[in-house]
């Protein structure tokens, strides 16, 4: 993950933030705060990642806005998307993922409700 294009305000606030968090506990009060870094989810509007090709854009294919999940999804999806584009059947359906999912109005949920814990 890229991390070094944070604004600095909000570099600060993560690294305030946590050195209170560290100095000022009971159970460790000779703690220090060495350091510490702060990066962005990048979430789509269902929680969930846009996967596979992109209408109109040929050859271009989409895996991005993991929303908090991309390393754990990463390997299927990755083993999937590279069969999708070799052209072969792959072992679970991605479709679900599609790019246009959204002004298809058929977005992602999850038994859980809205967000990714589903
Ligand atoms: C705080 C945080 C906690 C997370 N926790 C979890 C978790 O517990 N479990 C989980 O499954 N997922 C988690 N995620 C999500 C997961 O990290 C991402 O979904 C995943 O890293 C996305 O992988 P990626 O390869 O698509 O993108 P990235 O990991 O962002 O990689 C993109 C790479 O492209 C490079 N790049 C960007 N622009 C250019 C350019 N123009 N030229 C060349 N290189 C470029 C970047 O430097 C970067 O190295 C978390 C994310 C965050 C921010």
Redesign the pocket.
């Known amino acids: ?2 991390t070094t294009a944070i604004r600095p305000s909000i570099r600060k606030c993560a690294s305030v933030s946590s050195a209170r968090s560290s100095s000022g506990s009971r159970r460790c009060p000779r703690a220090r705060h060495l350091g510490g870094y ?5 979430i789509t509007d269902d929680w969930h ?1 846009i996967v596979g090709p992109e209408p109109g854009l040929e050859g271009y294919y989409a ?2 806005g ?9 390997p299927p999806i990755g083993e999937a998307l590279a069969d999708v584009i070799c052209g072969e059947a792959a072992d679970i359906d991605i479709s679900p993922f599609r790019p246009g999912r959204f002004i298809d109005g058929e977005p992602l949920t999850s038994a859980w409700g809205e967000g990714n814990r589903g």
Request: proline share 5%; charged share 10%; aromatic share 22%.
């Open positions: 993950m890229r702060a990066s962005l989810y990048t990642p895996f991005f993991g929303s908090g999940h991309g390393f754990k999804l990463g």
